[in-house]
Structure formats: structure tokens, C-alpha cells
């Protein structure tokens, strides 16, 4: 038996990096997966990958698209049970405060909280009609931290998505739906490495506050959405999970 026999999953940001592990994941628990995201080549290529899944193209700052996204689940499906909000971007014109243009903070905003905020929006009510599900927004570290390495719109938007994740736990909680922030460390994602390819230096610095000395791969992060996912975290709810190999409990690390 899989830990996610008969659920039904949403991914977005399904077609590449942790999203696409989950999805691979998440199908080989039992679960029957929609693949979402922007990407329709790769993200079809990440469907064909998993046991049970298709692929749905979304744009997750468009409230008709996200919507459509959910009904072609239940179409598919039959309904819905867990929402994994993953979709996200780190441009590389999110820099200090005092860099970032007004239309990158926009940018970045716009698809790393509003998407969580529309994903739930017109989620929620799909796992209500089962009952309850699991809801797994995508926060980050940097939402409990401060760098001087800044990427100042991206850590703002995950500090959103840590806090609406807060309060739709506690809203939803004695309807079922449990509401957790995944809280991931810096991830070895072609999303972060394209960041690190020119500046070896840039990795370097940040390496040496990692406790474990290494950036963590993306199916760990997938393995702790699968526990989020599961009835295994039946009583987890309004968590702010950290899946960071120490780094927000670290002061001094290891030489």
C-alpha cells in the first residue's frame, strides 16, 4: 500500500525541480497527481514520468486559470484532497531594496503570494466537498531569517505565504483541512544553481552556514511534502515545517 492510495493531488510549479520529484513522488505513494504549471513541454514530460497524472497548464496569478486548473482535476478525478501550492520564482532582478524596481517586486509578489492565495482560494472549496485534504503552501527559510545577501521581494512574499498559511489553519481546521508552510533550505534546483553558475563565490558564502555543509536535494524536500500530504500528519496543522538541515537553528557552524 501507498501512504497516498486514493488521494487526489494539485501540484503547480509541477514541471521541473521539487515540484516535479513531488509529483513522481506523490504518484508512486498511490496518489493520482495534476501536473500544473506555465511550462506545457516540460511539464508534460513530468506527467509522463509519474504513474497516475496528467498535465494542466496554469498560469497561478490568473483566478480563471487556477480554477480551471482544480475543475479539470475533479473532472479527471473526482475530486480533490491535498493542494500542493509550490509554483514560485527568484529572478534575478530581486535584489537589495535598494535595486529592486518596483516591477520585479510586482512580479515576484504576484506569483509567490497571490498564486498561493488564488490556489487556495479556489482550492479549499474542492477539499471541502471531500470532507477536508491537506493544503502544503511553499514558504522558505527566509521567511524566519534575514540575509545580507538579499533577494528582498522573494523573502517577502514567503513571510505572506508563512503567515495566510497560519490563518487558514486555523480557519479551516474543524472542517478538515489541515493548512502547513513547507519551509524549505536552499534547495539544489536549477532555479538556485543558474544563480551560482558565474559566482562559485556566491555559493561559497552561503555554504558555510549550512550545518550539513551542503544544499539539500529536492526529493528530501519532497519527502517532507509527502509527510504533510499524508495521514501520517493528521494532527500536523498551522506548522511552519522546516525541512532547512539546521540552518535556522544554527549560530556557529561546523569548520
Known amino acids: 500500500m501507498g501512504r497516498l492510495d486514493g488521494k487526489v493531488a494539485v501540484i503547480t ?3 521541473g525541480g521539487i515540484g516535479r520529484e513531488a509529483a513522481v513522488l506523490f504518484s508512486e ?3 493520482s497527481v495534476c501536473v500544473a504549471d506555465v511550462s506545457a513541454e516540460a511539464g508534460e514530460e513530468a506527467a509522463a514520468a509519474c504513474r497516475e497524472a496528467f498535465f494542466q497548464q496554469v498560469d497561478v496569478t490568473d483566478p480563471a486559470s487556477v480554477d480551471a486548473m482544480y475543475a479539470a482535476a475533479v473532472e479527471r478525478y473526482g475530486g480533490v484532497d491535498v493542494l500542493y501550492n509550490n509554483a514560485g520564482i527568484m529572478p534575478a532582478d530581486d535584489a537589495s531594496v535598494l535595486e529592486t524596481e518596483p516591477a520585479a517586486w ?6 509567490n503570494a497571490k ?3 488564488l490556489c487556495c482560494r479556489h482550492g479549499i472549496p474542492r477539499l471541502l466537498e471531500r470532507g477536508g485534504g491537506s493544503v502544503i503552501n511553499v514558504a522558505s527559510f527566509v521567511a524566519l531569517v534575514g540575509a545580507a545577501t538579499s533577494q ?7 513571510g505572506a505565504v508563512l503567515s495566510l498559511s497560519r490563518e487558514l489553519a486555523v480557519e479551516f481546521a474543524r472542517q478538515g483541512v489541515r493548512v502547513n508552510a513547507l519551509c524549505p533550505g536552499p534547495v539544489e534546483t536549477p532555479l538556485l544553481m543558474r544563480l551560482f ?7 561559497e558564502r552561503r555554504r558555510v552556514h549550512l550545518p550539513m555543509g551542503r544544499l539539500a536535494k529536492a526529493r528530501e524536500i519532497a519527502l517532507g511534502a509527502l ?3 499524508s495521514d501520517e500528519s493528521s494532527y500536523v496543522n498551522g506548522s511552519t515545517f522546516l525541512v532547512d538541515g539546521g540552518l535556522t537553528a544554527a549560530y556557529v557552524t561546523p569548520e
Open 152 to 158: 528582498i521581494a522573494y523573502t517577502a512574499s514567503k
Open 13 to 15: 510549479g509541477a514541471a
Open 197 to 203: 553558475e558565474d559566482d562559485p563565490a556566491a555559493y
Open 106 to 111: 510586482d512580479r515576484v509578489l504576484d506569483v
Open 29 to 31: 505513494e498511490g496518489a
Open 227 to 229: 509527510f504533510l500530504a
Open 115 to 117: 498564486g498561493v492565495y
